[in-house]
């Protein structure tokens, strides 16, 4: 089961979550030394949302997600923009996990649920739910 958190109960978490949240932040993130605050704050205010996704009565996946509008197209999506495995799932929870978020998306008035991913086992997973998996993500560094 997906549980949305409110942003007292990330708060009252953040101790536990921001260690599991900073091992899977997206990689434009990398060059912002406050980006834990950051994320912090966007939960806190709302514009981030945080999940948890339970098997057998214990969290098992974090989830962290925004919504995104592309400013040249007006494209709306939900952006799964971290996402961190504590505990092995079935497949079926994965189904209902992805069944819920794509609700609160559509509801959102997104026409997809969007994610950038490195992790082979989470493509797969991906994959076997659905997602096609089309594009490369590709990063300059600057400095």
């Known amino acids: ?15 536990i979550l921001k260690g599991l949240i900073a091992t899977s932040l997206p990689p434009t993130t990398y060059n912002s030394a406050r980006r834990l605050n950051k994320v912090l704050e966007a939960l806190l205010c709302g514009k981030l949302v945080c999940w948890l996704l339970h098997a057998g009565g214990k969290p098992a996946v974090v989830i962290v997600t925004g919504l995104v ?5 007006e494209a709306r999506n939900m952006l799964i923009f971290s996402l961190n495995i504590i505990d ?3 497949k079926e929870d994965w189904k209902q996990g992805m069944a819920t978020l794509k609700e609160h998306a559509r509801l959102a008035g997104c026409g997809a649920v969007i994610f950038y991913s490195s992790n082979k086992a989470i493509i797969k997973r991906a994959r076997e739910l659905g997602a ?6 590709g990063l300059f560094d600057i400095n």
Do not use: C, H, N
């Not at 089961?1 to 101790?15: A, F, H, R, S, T």
């Not at 509008?69 to 197209?73: F, V």
């Not at 096609?132 to 993500?137: G, L, N, Q, T």
């Open 1 to 15: 089961m997906l549980v949305k958190l409110l942003p007292g109960q990330v708060g009252e978490l953040w101790d």
């Open 88 to 90: 092995r799932l079935s």
């Open 69 to 73: 509008e592309d400013d040249y197209t």
């Open 132 to 137: 096609r998996i089309e594009s490369a993500f």
